[in-house]
């Protein structure tokens, strides 16, 4: 596509649309990154949850609960990437836990599962 010479925006939008073809978009880069464990599985559910109702122009289903949850865990999927982004190793806090616990970048990311409420925080 480089050699091309027709219009360039035509160009990129058909490189964008190959690239994408191939796996290169911010869905695979995610999954990939919950499956090697840098995120936890579950920050990659509620991705995936919310991407595909706001995709599909899904209407809201009412679920305050649910909502309320998957807005928690994709705060703290943001806080995990921004922290391994510029390198920080300290602790953050659980928005996706009762109790909001200071947790570090591996347990956020191992964590598939909500702490018991009664689950101290680590020190």
């Given amino acids: ?4 010479e027709g219009n360039q925006e035509i160009s990129k939008r ?8 191939g796996g290169r978009n911010n ?9 090697k464990g840098l995120i936890g599985e579950r ?3 509620a991705f995936e949850d919310v991407r595909h ?7 809201f289903d009412g679920n305050h609960e649910t909502l ?10 943001f ?15 659980s928005f996706s836990n009762n109790g909001r616990p200071l947790r570090t970048l591996k347990e956020l990311s191992s964590l598939d599962t909500p702490v018991d409420p009664g689950d101290p ?3």
């Fill in 27 to 35: 869905r695979t880069a995610l999954k990939r990154m919950a499956d």
């Fill in 43 to 45: 920050h990659w559910k």
């Fill in 79 to 93: 806080l995990i990437l921004v922290a391994r982004w510029i390198g920080y190793e300290g602790k953050l806090t």
């Fill in 53 to 59: 109702k706001v995709t599909h122009g899904k209407p």
């Fill in 121 to 123: 925080p680590t020190s």
């Fill in 1 to 4: 596509m480089s050699d091309w």
């Fill in 14 to 21: 058909i490189q964008n649309s190959i690239d994408q073809m």
């Fill in 68 to 77: 309320i949850t998957n807005c928690d865990t994709l705060y703290e999927l």
